[in-house]
């Protein structure tokens, strides 16, 4: 069973930053990896998606203020939150799709960002 371990949650000012990190506890075949998050009375929402041969893209509201990045070797996928704002507080998920799959197979538990304005 593979596990996805998150880090670098936490409460931040508005317009400060965070930098998440992802690692999965063995090593997979990756496609693809992505972070997710979850804000209280909404759903889950794609936040940034990176493919093992480095294509990434993001939702709207997130562009241009967070990157993903990955090492896909090492199973391990980040984002850099900037400028973050009150609107981002959600727990954020991370995510990993195998090659063998045609969705994110693997979850991690989710680590909570606060943004206070």
């Known amino acids: 069973q593979v596990q996805l371990v998150e880090s670098g949650g936490g409460l931040v000012q508005a317009g400060g930053s965070l930098r998440l990190s992802c690692a999965a506890s063995?090593?997979?075949?990756?496609?693809?990896m992505a972070w997710y998050r979850q804000a209280p009375g909404k759903q889950r929402e794609l936040v940034a998606a990176?493919?093992?041969?480095?294509?990434?893209n993001y939702e709207d509201s997130v562009k241009g203020r967070f990157t993903i990045s990955a090492d896909i070797a090492e199973n391990t996928v980040y984002l850099q939150m900037n400028s973050l704002k009150p609107e981002d507080t959600a727990v954020y998920y991370c995510?990993?799709?195998?090659?063998?799959?045609?969705?994110?197979?693997?979850w991690g538990q989710g680590t909570q960002v606060t943004v206070s304005s």
């Open positions: 063995r090593n997979i075949y990756i496609k693809s």
């Open positions: 990176i493919t093992r041969n480095g294509r990434t």
């Open positions: 995510a990993v799709q195998p090659m063998s799959s045609t969705t994110f197979a693997y």
